[in-house]
């Protein structure tokens, strides 16, 4: 059965591994245990002796996993999933979601692939969430600058709000730019010029 | 016509400074390229986007492709090195603690640094490196292997990381490419001992790489990112350029670290202990002089050769190393070439001249701190 894969998890965010624990134990795997101290890696892969590892293909920590994998000269030597090319499409979708994998290396494809497409999901749906955050965030610095360059234009040119909004438009159409990114150079000559 | 787009991986070092100049001054857009740089969180990462076809070429450290062809660590997979970006550039360093024990010795004296560390009691020195394929790591092991009683622990810890792993503890000594040396020392943690150079004199640490099967079906491409890279790291060397190179650098979006954490590396002036003076060295970091971007056939089998490879190996090492496309395409723009493709390793101790296409070169020094040569010519 695969419930007997045991599972390492390697992320800081307390949040984010919880959501990624909830998946897997949902889909009913147990023995799953989260790491967030690197300093802690090396002893815990060696004690817990993971089948499989699961860990951000962003996280910078992936070169200190890799280093252990490599070093330690034990018979269960670990690869990353990607070796395996025989499945593409999974591959592929690993990659797009970010999520990198570690696996000792002999175990089938066919008995990780399920615990692989649990974590590409909640991988998938937590970087949906993520650059969500980031594009409101984004907007939201937008709109303080535009608010900026308004205000410096309202006091400069003694002109009503809308008219000033309206002035940003029409340079930004006229030159081919987001209005965003002459509200930029205004805010940064004026800072400049002061 | 719009240029043709090339996506290229990279890590935020300062060696990293040949792809940026090659985009920011324009010698990428005069050969018809859009040049994409492509930020990487780990050398990980990078592999791992190269090799699944996520990027077309990358900023690699030297030993990466060497281990990819041969078979070695995490993905195996054909990828060519198409010249090399930079030579030498990195630092050993110790912990405040250890240079207390170590007492008083001249910075670059790779002999008297291991006979005090070898004297040193205590547990074994843990040592930080960024990878385990990269120069970092084959010269420490060289260098540690070389004294008898020298215990040491290589681990790995992202360079970013590494000033927090001395201050923690968690390390007792570093290897580490600019600018993160010199940021452990400003934070106060740790003193620098060494360079990369003092052990092995002219070290390939970060080469240009890409696919095999990329290469050879995309020929044209990768000609004019060579030619783009070769004249970026012209203008890099030249002593004039440096000023404005450490400016572009640090104003460019691709690194985000101040001038004054780039400057050291590309002047060669290193602090080396807090609220010292900087130390001049010579030759810390290359980009061009002395054949630098030549991708000596006789460096990648050194390298398979540190890595436990076996003749077979060393073959496979060697060819990845691409000098016949280095001959190939930049020849057209005025490159002097070596009349081999293969040298014996660690022979140099002056600049010597040497027979080349135009009759210029002058080869640095490439001897290794204990005098060894390493012949890889198949005779």
């Known amino acids: 059965m695969n419930q007997k894969l045991r599972i390492l998890v390697v992320e800081p965010d307390p949040a984010r591994v919880r959501a990624i624990i909830d998946a897997l134990n949902d889909a009913g795997w147990s023995d799953v245990k989260a790491l967030a101290q690197m300093s802690a890696l090396d002893r815990t892969v060696k004690e817990f002796a993971p089948d499989i590892v699961l860990i951000d293909l962003a996280n910078p920590d992936r070169d200190t996993l890799e280093h252990i994998s490599d070093a330690t000269e034990t018979s269960k030597r670990a690869v990353a999933l990607f070796v395996d090319q025989t499945d593409d499409t999974l591959t592929q979708a690993a990659l797009s979601a970010g999520v990198s994998a570690y696996v000792v290396d002999g175990l089938k494809m066919e008995r990780i692939k399920s615990v692989l497409e649990t974590a590409i999901a909640r991988f998938k749906i937590m970087r949906q969430m993520q650059s969500e955050l980031d594009a409101a965030k984004q907007a939201l610095e937008d709109r303080k600058t535009i608010d900026r360059a308004k205000g410096i234009l309202m006091r400069q040119r003694d002109m009503s709000e809308d008219a000033a909004y309206t002035l940003l438009r029409t340079t930004a159409m006229s030159q081919n730019r987001k209005v965003i990114d002459v509200a930029h150079a205004l805010v940064t000559a004026a800072d400049l010029l002061s | ?379």
């Open chain 2, 1 to 379: 016509m719009s240029n043709a787009v090339l996506n290229c991986g990279y890590v935020p070092l300062v060696d990293c400074a040949p792809l940026v100049i090659a985009k920011e001054l324009g010698f990428a857009a005069e050969e018809g390229l859009a040049l994409n740089l492509v930020r990487q969180p780990s050398w990980s990462a990078l592999r791992d986007m190269l090799a699944l076809g996520h990027l077309d070429a990358a900023q690699m450290l030297s030993p990466m492709p060497v281990a990819m062809s041969i078979g070695f660590g995490g993905l195996p997979a054909r990828v060519d090195t198409l010249m090399v970006l930079s030579v030498n550039g990195t630092v050993f360093g110790v912990s405040n603690e250890v240079a207390a024990d170590l007492g008083a010795i001249p910075f670059g004296d790779a002999d008297a640094i291991l006979a005090a560390l070898s004297a040193r009691k205590g547990a074994k020195l843990r040592v930080g490196v960024p990878f385990h394929y990269s120069m970092h790591r084959l010269l420490l092991s060289y260098w540690a292997s070389t004294a008898s009683g020298l215990q040491i622990e290589k681990i790995t810890v992202p360079p970013p990381r590494m000033a927090d792993a001395v201050a923690d503890g968690f390390v007792d000594a570093f290897w580490v490419g600019e600018p993160w040396g010199s940021v452990a020392v400003r934070q106060e943690v740790a003193q620098l001992m060494m360079m990369g150079r003092n052990v092995w004199q002219f070290a390939p640490e970060k080469v240009l790489a890409a696919r095999h099967d990329w290469v050879e079906t995309n020929g044209d491409a990768a000609a004019r990112l060579m030619r783009a890279v070769y004249k970026a790291s012209a203008w890099l060397d030249a002593q004039r350029n440096k000023p404005l190179a450490v400016e572009i650098l640090a104003r460019s979006e691709h690194l985000s670290m101040s001038p004054d954490l780039i400057d050291p590396a590309l002047s060669g002036d290193i602090i080396t202990r807090h609220n010292t003076a900087p130390t001049p060295v010579g030759r810390f970091l290359q980009f061009h002089k002395h054949a630098a971007t030549f991708p000596w056939r006789s460096q990648a089998a050194w390298i398979a050769s540190q890595l436990g490879a076996d003749a077979a190996g060393i073959e496979k090492a060697k060819a990845c190393f691409r000098a016949d496309l280095y001959r190939q395409n930049l020849a057209g723009i005025g490159a002097d070439m070596p009349g081999a493709s293969e040298k014996e390793e660690g022979a140099l101790h002056f600049e010597t001249a040497v027979a080349s296409s135009r009759g210029h070169m002058i080869l640095a020094p490439d001897a290794f701190f204990n005098g060894r040569t390493f012949d890889f010519s198949s005779k």
